[in-house]
Structure formats: C-alpha cells, structure tokens
Nanobody
Framework: QVQLVESGGGLVQAGASLRLSCAAS????????MSWFRQRPGKEREFVAG????????YYADSVRGRFTISRDNAKNTVYLQMNSLKPEDTAVYYC??????????????????????WGQGTQVTVSS
C-alpha cells in the first residue's frame, strides 16, 4: 500500500515558477514508476510527466516539455515537479500517481492512467494572466 500526498500548489502569475512535491508512504517507493497528471477545468485527466523507478528515465507531454522537470529522491520517498514559465493554460489540479515498475515497459506506458495503482488527492495550481 502506498499513500501519496501532494503539496506546493498555489496561485501565481504567468511566467512564474512553482515546485510541486509528492511524498509517498511505505518502504517500496523505489519499486514504482511515478508520474504527474493534471485535470484542467472541463477536461479529462492528462499525463504531464513521468520518471522511472531509478530516476534515470523521464517522459513529458509535449505541452510542458522544456518548461517542467520531473525528478525523484528515493531516499526521501518524494517525487518533484519543477514548473517554470507557467502559463494560464497550466491551471489545473495536479495529481501524482504510482505504477509498479514491472508494468512500465515503454515510455508510452507512463501516459496510461490505468497503469497507476495509487493516486494522491491533488493540489491546485492556478496561473493568472
């Protein structure tokens, strides 16, 4: 069982930066691939970024590549999402999610919500223009 708790959301102006954190409980954190998803108002939940269990491989949605950076610290059971150059269209509830590393064979697997066994409660990010 893994519990995920996100933090770091808030209200910022366009062009600003935020860093989201997701703290995981349990001693098996390093056996999970981790990702961030978001749900914008009136939209379905969408993949934002993913990181492999080791941290060596990362994956990004086209809409955030070059602006967002995902990383993890297995010693702290935490995954991060550094968000730079924020835009109003980044406004959403951001969720972190954990999927067993044995189910993540290719980069495209990270995009699939059904791969993830555990989800956090979400943190709101609002970007004003």
């Amino acid at each position: 069982q893994v519990q995920l708790v996100e933090s770091g959301g808030g209200l910022v102006q366009a062009g600003a930066s935020l860093r989201l954190s997701c703290a995981a409980s349990g001693r098996t954190f390093s056996t999970y691939g981790m990702s961030w998803f978001r749900q914008r108002p009136g939209k379905e939940r969408e993949f934002v970024a993913g990181v492999s269990w080791s941290g060596r491989s990362t994956y990004y949605a086209d809409s955030v590549r070059g602006r967002f950076t995902i990383s993890r610290d297995n010693a702290k059971n935490t995954v991060y999402l550094q968000m730079n150059s924020l835009k109003p269209e980044d406004t959403a509830v951001y969720y972190c999610a954990a999927a067993p590393r044995t189910t993540l064979y290719t980069g495209s697997d990270y995009y699939t919500t059904e791969k993830y066994d555990y989800w956090g409660q979400g943190t709101q990010v609002t970007v004003s223009s």
